[in-house]
Every structure is written in C-alpha cells, then in structure tokens.
C-alpha cells in the first residue's frame, strides 16, 4: 500500500510540474481507495515538520533534504537564466534584422 501511495503522490507531482518543494496530502478510504486532498507548494519546513519528517523516514536528513532542495534551485534557476539570455540574443536588433 506504501508504494502505491508513493506512486500516486509522484504522479501527481509530476503531472502538475511541480518543482522543489510540495507536499501532495492523500486520504485513504476505509475501503483502501485513495483520493488526494491537496498539494501544498509551501509546506511547514523546520527540521520538526512532516515535510522534514516523511523524508526522514526514507533516511534522508534535514541537512541533506535542504542541501539537496538548494542545489535544485540553483540549478533551475541556471538554466532559466541560459534560456533567457538565448531569448533575449534572438531579439537584438541585429538578430531580428538578419531573420527579415
């Protein structure tokens, strides 16, 4: 059942393009269906939270967790930025002239 929960919260995730940090909250019916409830971009986040929590279940340490969450932003921020200097390159003058 822990995998299947797993997978639909990853699925979700996923299909909304999240990025980073989410929380996806399921419910779990007395007949063993599931449903989600909400996906939370901006969950508590202190080392006592269930975010820091759930993850810590995995193995994975606070330290490690907000290490890993950084080095993701950086990174998408880094190619966000190679994409809008592209952008911006197509639209110089001189660029725009030369496609006319």
Not at 28 to 57: R, Y
Request: glycine residues 4%; hydrophobic residues 45%.
């Amino acid at each position: 059942q822990v995998t299947t929960i797993q997978a639909l919260a990853e699925q979700v995730y996923r299909t909304l393009n999240c990025r980073g940090l989410a929380r996806v909250d399921l419910f779990l019916t007395s007949d063993q269906q599931l449903f989600v409830n909400e996906v939370n971009t901006l969950p508590g986040f202190t080392d006592i939270s269930m975010f820091a929590k759930n993850w810590s279940v995995s193995g994975l340490s606070f330290d490690v967790l907000l290490k890993h969450l950084v080095d993701l932003a950086m990174d998408h921020y880094a190619v966000k930025k190679k994409m809008n200097n592209f952008l911006l390159e197509l639209n110089t003058p001189e660029a725009v002239s030369s496609h006319g």
